[in-house]
């Protein structure tokens, strides 16, 4: 069974044909050609322009700046079984979104979502339980010793042991991040 996947959403109008930029967007899916979904109904991409960090498109039946002003803010999406293949080793965000995280037997929380940050991308997890300390918290977000709902995990080999997506199951290394045993 599939499911959708957002692929961005409909930001502010671009000139007068209907195009709009894109927020929040998946920019290497936004393809000429692609089909997408939105409120319910598909559309192909009938123009593709802009940069990667800010695509512009334009949706086939969308003909004019008033019609895409009435899309502002409708999330764009394609079935999960058109997204590509990914190489060994490379997930979703939506394949994570939702795994349990533990080190080890030890149950640290779920994740609520990939984030891409400039140097790498985290796992935001929700922390199990209450009072948990604040490991792998931006400064100026608690830190150590403090109270905090939220573990920001960087994908990189040293804090991440294992993701099984099938099992929706990810280890981590709370010691790499700097919690004590």
Same mark, same amino acid.
């Given at each position: 069974?599939?499911?959708?996947?957002?692929?961005?959403?409909?930001?502010?109008?671009?000139?007068?044909?209907?195009?709009?930029?894109?927020?929040?967007?998946?920019?290497?899916?936004?393809?000429?050609?692609?089909?997408?979904?939105?409120?319910?109904?598909?559309?192909?991409? @009938?123009? #593709?322009? %802009?940069?990667? +960090?800010?695509?512009?498109?334009?949706?086939?039946?969308? &003909?004019? $700046?008033?019609?895409? =002003?009435?899309?502002?803010?409708?999330?764009?999406?394609?079935?999960?079984?058109?997204?590509?293949?990914?190489?060994?080793?490379?997930?979703?965000?939506?394949?994570?979104?939702?795994?349990?995280?533990?080190?080890?037997?030890?149950?640290?929380?779920?994740?609520?979502?990939?984030?891409?940050?400039?140097?790498?991308?985290?796992?935001? @997890?929700? #922390?199990? %339980?209450?009072? +948990?300390?604040?490991?792998?918290?931006?400064?100026?977000? &608690?830190? $150590?010793?403090?109270? =905090?709902?939220?573990?920001?995990?960087?994908?990189?080999?040293?804090?991440?042991?294992?993701?099984?997506?099938?099992?929706?199951?990810?280890?981590?290394?709370?010691?790499?991040?700097?919690?004590?045993?």
């Amino acid at each position: 069974m599939s499911r959708p996947v957002s692929i961005g959403r409909v930001g502010k109008p671009h000139g007068l044909d209907g195009s709009f930029h894109v927020a929040e967007a998946k920019p290497g899916l936004l393809t000429l050609g692609r089909i997408v979904a939105l409120a319910g109904r598909r559309y192909e991409i @009938v123009r #593709r322009a %802009g940069a990667e +960090s800010s695509p512009i498109v334009r949706l086939e039946d969308v &003909g004019d $700046r008033e019609a895409a =002003q009435a899309l502002k803010g409708l999330e764009l999406t394609i079935e999960a079984e058109e997204l590509p293949q990914l190489a060994e080793g490379e997930w979703w965000a939506h394949e994570l979104e939702g795994c349990t995280v533990h080190d080890g037997e030890r149950d640290v929380g779920v994740v609520k979502r990939l984030l891409e940050l400039p140097s790498c991308e985290v796992l935001e @997890v929700q #922390r199990s %339980g209450v009072g +948990s300390p604040g490991v792998g918290a931006p400064r100026g977000a &608690g830190g $150590r010793g403090e109270s =905090q709902e939220l573990l920001l995990v960087p994908m990189v080999r040293d804090a991440v042991r294992s993701v099984d997506v099938q099992a929706r199951r990810i280890d981590v290394n709370l010691e790499f991040l700097g919690e004590q045993p």
